[in-house]
């Protein structure tokens, strides 16, 4: 059968495309810049939609998901998906390692640890080089097939091709420069089922907390239970917009390739594209696994994700078989888990916050205790089904630590020391702060455990709708802080975020600690607000689930509010940042008699509906590409990378040749060894100091 030629090139830019990623996602070293990868997408595109019979479903422009599903196929694992058994004990580990070496009748065993990453279990299949399948553990025989979500993780390779064993590799693990597998073997790899896990960046989780509070939804606990949450979604459009990654550490089943290592699998995972563990330890006697897991216990605290432990493996898979299996976990494995720092306290109270958009989310108030460097006194405990699933009860004494060292976290009560007069809690059925009607979310993250205020008049979600609608990266009125919105919600001047164009000199005088200058400088931001554009607008709005980042995809995409308000769902999904429940959330928002009525008052103020171009408008960073990386002194990424775009530049995600400048703050990533590798000038990296000299705003 003669060649087809645009099948060919269609099969090229897919694997062309899959590198690019590779270098990008999972090695740090971009290859091409922005433009030069865009071309090549744009170009698959086109062919994918001129010739849709030859398109894969493994294609790199499928990164965005698809239709929601009605529901996940249930799938069996042809080779059990087995627990650990884990300890927190070293007598453990030593006893393991003497039952493990008395099986085998050696002298000594060879070991590798590996650090324990704080994720979700699956499995990914791939056949001939492509992915043909991705499950979770389920309970270890039958899982959930949830292949359509993985596809969207970007740091997982849809298509595997072989590369040259890293020399970057050898230097970090020391193990494979002798069992490196020739890449020239790799082609004849036919089937290969790994095992990994799921998980988050711990500031990609800080961001992604930060965008569910800037909707109106209740923060996350920790960023093991968000990527279970997004893997559990039957909408693969918003496991998109969630920033997961993969790390794969073991192979289950393999054909065309003998592996008889699991430093050798690793080293094939590695030279597939496939992300493993950034570091590991081989071992022989027990001086040198406790010596290994002092060192793990050091070096996790560098890493950008958690880690709750190490998981020792026999290296030797002849070794493994020899041990074998119990009905649950294998006897050539076990997980050291390492002690998080934890306090006792009492539960003093459960006090129920309540959100701008109404959800009810439950708050531990405790005596007062110290834990990992800091006072803690409140703990959020999330919903009602987690205060049920723990018992719960106000009086308890109850553990508590800080998750992922940062967020306090109650953990468990201790039941012996229950006072009689324990009691325990119930949501309300009103709202706390109204009195307003509650009712329960029925889609959704949180679907059947969430609580929400019905009552949009609630003086609490007006004083947070209104700080929303102020606060940076909304409309941005200057001035407009907690105390001042108090007053003017209880004084009545303010029922709506409209009210706030129509305030006058006179009325703000009559407030505590308001002089005349201080309430035109008020006035005058609140002027300039009309001004922020359709994509500030709607984030300013409070449409549930539309964060930041959505809110300009929609404004891109439709140019203006009223273009937006009359999109049916299907339209709204046609936007790569939004799925079925952001779409049906805006058409609900937009079916509001209020909320239509609230629009039609900032339209007659003045406000601006519609979408401000960056880079086309005047400002003095007109047409100016930037890139940031690392963490500023005072401005958060988001503002900054806001206010650039304000003043007409281009902000982008990764550096090349057209980047004009690099924003530089502590621990940058390898963007600025690339920017330093592509040879652009060192006095374009700026600090935060040169970019505000350069908006020519006043640098601290």
Not at 661 to 676: I, N, T
């Amino acid at each position: 059968m003669k060649p087809n030629p645009t099948a060919a090139r269609i099969r090229a830019l897919e694997m062309e495309i899959e590198a690019h990623n590779r270098a990008y996602y999972v090695d740090a070293r971009p290859q091409i810049s922005d433009y030069e990868y865009d071309r090549l997408s744009a170009e698959l595109r086109a062919l994918e939609e001129a010739h849709p019979e030859l398109a894969s479903p493994n294609s790199p422009t499928r990164r965005v998901g698809g239709a929601p599903l009605p529901g996940f196929a249930t799938v069996s694992h042809r080779v059990p998906m087995m627990s650990l058994d884990n300890t927190y004990s070293l007598d453990d580990v030593r006893g393991f390692v003497a039952r493990a070496t008395k099986r085998v009748s050696v002298d000594s065993l060879e070991w590798v640890l590996e650090p324990k990453i704080d994720g979700v279990a699956i499995t990914v299949i791939y056949e001939n080089g492509e992915f043909r399948r991705g499950a979770t553990r389920g309970d270890g025989r039958l899982g959930d097939d949830i292949s359509a979500n993985l596809r969207t993780i970007r740091t997982l390779p849809l298509l595997v091709q072989p590369r040259a064993p890293s020399s970057a590799r050898v230097e970090r693990t020391d193990l494979f420069a002798s069992n490196a597998i020739a890449a020239a073997k790799i082609p004849s790899l036919s089937r290969i089922e790994a095992r990994g896990e799921v998980y988050m960046h711990r500031a990609d989780f800080d961001a992604l907390n930060r965008e569910r509070a800037n909707a109106g939804e209740p923060p996350f606990a920790n960023p093991r239970n968000a990527t279970a949450g997004a893997l559990k979604l039957l909408d693969s459009k918003l496991v998109a917009r969630r920033p997961l990654r993969v790390l794969l550490y073991g192979i289950a089943e393999i054909r065309g390739l003998p592996v008889t290592r699991q430093t050798e699998a690793l080293a094939l995972l590695a030279d597939l594209g496939f992300p493993t563990p950034p570091r590991i330890w081989r071992c022989r006697t027990i001086e040198e696994i406790e010596r290994a897991l002092g060192e793990l216990d050091a070096y996790r605290r560098t890493l950008p994700f958690d880690t709750d432990g190490g998981v020792l493996k026999a290296d030797l898979c002849a070794h493994q078989q020899i041990l074998g299996n119990t009905s649950k976990a294998p006897r050539w494995a076990i997980a050291f888990k390492f002690e998080a720092e934890k306090a006792e306290t009492r539960l003093r109270a459960i006090t129920v916050q309540v959100g701008r958009t109404g959800a009810l989310t439950p708050v531990a108030e405790l005596e007062p205790v110290f834990i990992s460097g800091s006072t803690v006194s409140r703990a959020t405990l999330h919903n009602e089904s987690e205060i049920l699933r723990k018992d719960i009860r106000v009086g308890d004494v109850v553990v508590i630590e800080k998750a992922g060292e940062v967020i306090p976290a109650v953990v468990r009560v201790v039941p012996e020391k229950r006072p009689k007069d324990a009691r325990p809690f119930q949501m309300p059925n009103r709202c706390p702060a109204c009195g307003g009607r509650v009712s329960r979310d029925l889609v959704g993250d949180e679907a059947g455990t969430l609580l929400r205020c019905e009552n949009l008049s609630c003086p609490t979600q007006i004083r947070r709708r209104i700080l929303h609608f102020a606060s940076r990266g909304a409309m941005e009125i200057e001035g407009l802080g907690e105390a001042l919105v108090d007053q003017l919600v209880a004084a009545k001047l303010v029922g709506d975020i409209a009210d706030l164009y129509r305030l006058r000199q006179d009325q703000l005088l009559g407030l505590e600690r308001m002089a005349e200058k201080s309430a035109d400088n008020l006035l005058a931001a609140i002027a300039a607000s009309r001004s922020r554009g359709l994509g500030r607008l709607l984030f300013a709005l409070g449409i549930r689930y539309v964060g930041a980042a959505s809110a300009r995809a929609l404004a891109a995409h439709f140019r203006t509010l009223d273009l937006l308000r009359a999109a049916t769902e299907e339209h709204l999904m046609e936007v790569s940042d939004v799925g079925e429940v952001m779409a049906h959330s805006i058409r609900d928002f937009f079916s509001n008699p209020d909320n239509l009525r609230t629009i039609e008052r900032l339209r007659a103020a003045g406000c601006l509906f519609e979408s401000v171009t960056a880079g086309s408008g005047p400002g003095p960073l007109n047409g100016k590409s930037f890139v940031l990386t690392g963490t500023l002194p005072h401005l958060e990424r988001e503002r900054a990378a806001e206010m650039i775009r304000e003043a007409g530049g281009i902000v982008r995600s990764s550096v090349s040749k057209k980047t004009d400048y690099l924003v530089a703050g502590a621990e940058p990533c390898s963007k600025l060894d690339a920017f330093r590798r592509l040879g652009l000038p060192a006095n374009r990296i700026l600090d935060e100091n040169a970019l505000l000299r350069l908006l020519g705003r006043a640098a601290s």
